[in-house]
């Protein structure tokens, strides 16, 4: 009388995975876009200081970091404890910055050099002295617009 | 000639390169958006040339001085971190008219009419060599704070709505209203290293 089937009978269809790479695809490139690669790698340890009025940086390609502090824990037995610069990859001296901020000038392509922001990545124990000497130099090299590096309150990593 | 046929490529370990691709940019990058206080420096110095005397009237001007031992005077008074947005907020607006704060004048402005305005005043920010970066942030915080507050507070009274929230036109016009004025001074050196 039943017609139920017990023992399966019809096979389900396997589904089909064509569309699996599209889809990865899809989510790789929206993570391609959304984030940003890392810049370089420290030398200088940098817990930023933390702000509550931030604002974010906006356009990536017009950006120009200088990062300052001691020097990472395993850099410390060949460069010593005094804070540090550091420009791209390597140490550096203030008095190179003048000379950094202009040769950065001429890679910004397709929009107006001026609009150039530097941001400054310190660490929150710095002192300002260097900090001054800093952004002495940043104005006698006419990068103007400059941008303090700090993480939102309570949210420190 | 017999043409052979082309066998189709098997493109089903593109899965996985893609998988590869997403994990490895997933591991590279850095999802934080990078975010700080944004300032404007002054324009240097012709060489040779002396800071110039501007004349400002003294009341116009709050000097706000960080020691070397992160201590915050501004004005006569040394103030905890808590209290400078307070003072700011009372230098910015001068609510009583007070002869010691700055000189306010009725401006009339597009949309929002008459407002009284501390047109020239100027927040004078000094500090020591000595100073910790983090106490100087916090004070540079603490400003930026007191003029968004009093911004929101007129973009609530004036639009209904918050400074944020508000249309380009409008946050233009309230920021005229309260124009950011911080000077960052030339660098001195006070006492106590």
Do not use: W
Not at chain 1, 141 to 149: D, E, G, M, P, Q
Not at chain 2, 140 to 159: C, G, I, P, S
């Amino acid at each position: 009388m039943s017609r139920f089937r017990k023992d399966g009978g019809r096979e389900l269809p396997e589904i089909s995975t064509a569309s699996l790479p599209d889809i990865i695809f899809m989510l790789l490139f929206f993570f391609m876009a959304t984030t940003s690669m890392k810049e370089v790698t420290y030398m200088v340890s940098i817990r930023v200081p933390e702000a509550t009025e931030l604002t974010k940086l906006e356009k990536k390609s017009l950006v120009r970091y200088v990062y300052v502090g001691q020097p990472r824990q395993d850099l410390i037995a060949k460069y010593g404890s005094e804070t540090r610069l550091q420009l791209d990859d390597a140490f550096a001296d203030v008095s190179q910055l003048e000379e950094y901020v202009t040769q950065e000038r001429g890679t910004i392509t397709g929009d107006d050099p001026n609009q150039m922001v530097i941001s400054i990545k310190a660490d929150r124990d710095t002192k300002m002295g260097i900090i001054t000497d800093i952004k002495q130099a940043l104005r006698r090299a006419y990068a103007l617009k400059i941008n303090y590096s700090a993480s939102e309150r309570g949210k420190s990593y | 000639m017999a043409k052979r046929k082309v066998p189709g490529i098997n493109a089903s370990s593109m899965a996985d390169i893609s998988f590869l691709l997403l994990i490895f940019f997933l591991v590279t990058t850095s999802m934080n958006v990078n975010s700080g206080l944004s300032r404007r420096l002054p324009p240097p110095l012709p060489p040779g040339q002396k800071q110039p005397d501007v004349e400002v009237n003294r009341r116009n001007v709050l000097v706000i001085l960080i020691n070397s031992q992160n201590q915050i005077l501004a004005g006569n008074n040394v103030v905890a971190i808590q209290e400078l947005k307070q003072t700011v907020k009372d230098f910015i607006t001068n609510p009583t008219n007070d002869p010691t704060l700055p000189v306010i004048t009725p401006v009339k402005f597009p949309e929002i009419g008459v407002v009284n305005v501390a047109k020239d005043h100027v927040i004078s920010l000094q500090n020591d060599r000595g100073t910790d970066y983090q106490a100087y942030i916090e004070v540079q915080n603490e400003l930026v704070a007191a003029y968004n507050e009093l911004r929101d507070e007129l973009a609530l009274n004036k639009f209904g709505a918050h400074y944020n929230a508000c249309t380009q036109q409008q946050q233009d016009i309230i920021s005229d209203v309260y124009p950011m004025k911080i000077s960052e001074a030339e660098p001195k050196n006070y006492g106590g290293q």
